[in-house]
T-cell receptor
Framework: GAVVSQHPSWVICKSGTSVKIECRSLDFQATTMFWYRQFPKQSLMLMATSNEGSKATYEQGVEKDKFLINHASLTLSTLTVTSAHPEDSSFYIC?????????????FGPGTRLTVT | RKEVEQDPGPFNVPEGATVAFNCTYSNSASQSFFWYRQDCRKEPKLLMS???SGNEDGRFTAQLNRASQYISLLIRDSKLSDSATYLC????????????FGAGTRLFVKA
């Protein structure tokens, strides 16, 4: 099956610093990548949708200047949490849709656990 | 009201039991339906797609009722390893492709 990787798998940073999370599709080309956030005991919440070579579409309530998304190639998208605060601590998961698959299936990365101290 | 609603549980069942999860969705434009499984601190993993004709994969049976906007998952002969959160997931392509996750139903299977 299709594989999506994320790096880092976990990160601890100080308040006010920025953190970059990478999402890569390893064995397929992803037309679209999605970034989700999940707080403990809650469901995944879509933050933004990014298409290769174009600006990301952010969900309501998600600050685009705080969560910078870059989708420079068909296999890589990055999420940068700028000026992180403790309330940004969460589990960030990316997913990707395959260019060659007609179904609506998404492939998820293993997630990045961010802790802001 | 959430677009995808699930009973949060938890469901506590003994090994070997049969357990059923229900899910309802409110947007009639929904196109594809899935059950995902999520283990603690892990990413969701696709369990199975759901079709109107119903589909079965081993001990798991999924059913979709478009008229009632209702999705179900039946697990037979529960195993300890089935303990997880089961997410009902719906996709639609209105105003852009969207995937909507239910909040999940927690299952604990006890020995």
């Amino acid at each position: 099956g299709a594989v999506v990787s994320q790096h880092p798998s976990w990160v601890i940073c100080k308040s006010g610093t920025s953190v970059k999370i990478e999402c890569r599709s390893l064995d397929f080309q992803a037309t679209t990548m999605f970034w989700y956030r999940q707080f403990p005991k809650q469901s995944l919440m879509l933050m933004a949708t990014s298409n290769e070579g174009s600006k990301a579409t952010y969900e309501q309530g998600v600050e685009k200047d705080k969560f910078l998304i870059n989708h420079a190639s068909l296999t890589l998208s990055t999420l940068t949490v700028t000026s992180a605060h403790p309330e940004d601590s969460s589990f960030y998961i990316c997913s990707a849709r395959s260019l060659s698959v007609s179904s609506y299936e998404q492939y998820f990365g293993p997630g990045t656990r961010l802790t802001v101290t | 009201r959430k677009e995808v609603e699930q009973d949060p549980g938890p469901f506590n069942v003994p090994e070997g039991a049969t357990v059923a999860f229900n899910c309802t969705y409110s947007n009639s434009a929904s196109q594809s339906f899935f059950w995902y499984r999520q283990d603690c601190r892990k990413e969701p993993k696709l369990l199975m797609s759901v079709y109107s004709s119903g589909n079965e994969d081993g001990r798991f049976t999924a059913q979709l009722n478009r008229a009632s906007q209702y999705i179900s998952l039946l697990i037979r002969d529960s195993k300890l390893s089935d303990s997880a959160t089961y997410l009902c997931v719906v996709t639609r392509n209105t105003g852009g492709f969207k995937t909507i996750f239910g909040a999940g139903t927690r299952l604990f299977v006890k020995a």
